[in-house]
C-alpha cells in the first residue's frame, strides 16, 4: 500500500518544459516541487512570466480581428 503511495505522489508534480522560455518549470499540485527541481541547476529553471492582459474587446479577440 505504501509504494503506491509513493507513485502516486510521484504523478502529483513533475518537471516540464516552459512554453515561453523552454526552461524546467514544473506543472502539478505545487506540494512536492522540491522533489521535482532539486536536480535541475538555478540558470535552467523557469522563473516564471507575468501574463499579459488580453486587449480588445471579447467578441475581436474570438473571431481574431
Do not use: Y
Not at 6 to 18: D, G, K, N, P, Q
Not at 39 to 55: D, S
Amino acid at each position: 500500500m505504501k509504494v503506491h503511495l509513493v507513485e502516486w505522489r510521484s504523478l502529483m508534480c513533475r518537471a516540464v518544459t516552459c512554453k515561453v522560455c523552454q526552461k524546467t518549470t514544473w506543472a502539478g499540485c505545487g506540494q512536492h516541487i522540491d522533489q521535482v527541481m532539486p536536480g535541475v541547476p538555478r540558470n535552467q529553471q523557469c522563473a516564471g512570466h507575468v501574463k499579459e492582459k488580453p486587449t480588445g474587446s471579447f467578441w475581436s479577440r474570438l473571431l481574431g480581428r
